[in-house]
């Protein structure tokens, strides 16, 4: 009775140990209980067998000892517990072009559902220093849009569609994004806007789409406290 009760005690604090030495040290994802420290026990246990069985002899009750440690560690391999999770990495291209999306649907936005002046004074918010437009009084600005192939960027489309980012460096201390829009409107607008029809993407036949488009490309630069600015805009012709 004493040796069965024995098994259970060791087997219960076996199963406690191992649970309690796992939650904590996840961080290193292995347990404190080890063969080491299981068979630095064995005394212990045959002394405690020795009360139950005093007629058996030192080399017995060495081999009951082992067995029981035997058997603590197949119940300790026993548990299936999980593993850490590698840490995952984060792709800083990703977070830098969530960055750039950002601006760009704010710009794209004004354009579309404000007034000229003040989707312009919008734009300049975000354009580098070196940037023409950030230095140029908002009037003369709208000027010159509506005198160039930007003049259907002011609320004359329908609609835009951001297509890809492209990253590049000039050195190791630039770095930059190149981003494509669609800008959609219908093609007596695009005429009316100094588009020529190099520039235009005509629909095709197959496709439900209807209007006419161009393509914007949109550079930005990474600056020293990780925002992004615009450096510069201009229209991919169709070729």
Not at 57 to 78: C, F, H, N, P, V
Not at 156 to 168: D, R, S, T, V
Not at 170 to 182: A, L, W
Request: overall charge positive.
């Amino acid at each position: 009775m004493i040796k069965k009760t024995i098994y259970f005690i060791l087997l219960i604090n076996s199963v406690f140990c191992y649970k309690f030495n796992f939650i904590r040290n996840t961080q290193y994802n292995k347990s404190h209980i080890t063969r080491r420290k299981l068979c630095s026990i064995s005394p212990l246990l045959i002394t405690f067998l020795a009360y139950d069985k005093k007629n058996k002899s030192i080399d017995e009750l060495r081999e009951e000892a082992t067995r029981i440690i035997e058997i603590i560690e197949a119940q300790k391999d026993g548990f299936n517990l999980p593993k850490l999770k590698e840490k995952e990495s984060l792709n800083t291209d990703s977070i830098n072009n969530k960055d750039i999306e950002y601006i760009l649907i704010n710009i794209l936005d004004n354009f579309k559902n404000n007034d000229s002046l003040k989707s312009l004074n919008n734009l300049k918010n975000y354009c580098s220093d070196s940037n023409y437009i950030k230095n140029t009084a908002t009037q003369k600005l709208k000027n010159s849009f509506n005198d160039s192939k930007y003049a259907i960027l002011l609320a004359k489309f329908q609609k835009y569609e951001i297509l890809n980012f492209k990253k590049y460096n000039i050195d190791d201390e630039f770095e930059g994004y190149e981003v494509d829009t669609k800008i959609f409107c219908d093609y007596k607008t695009m005429i009316y806007n100094s588009i020529q029809f190099n520039d235009m993407h005509y629909p095709k036949e197959n496709e439900k789409e209807t209007l006419y488009y161009v393509i914007y490309r949109w550079n930005f630069a990474k600056q020293n406290n990780n925002s992004f600015k615009l450096e510069s805009c201009y229209l991919v012709p169709n070729n």
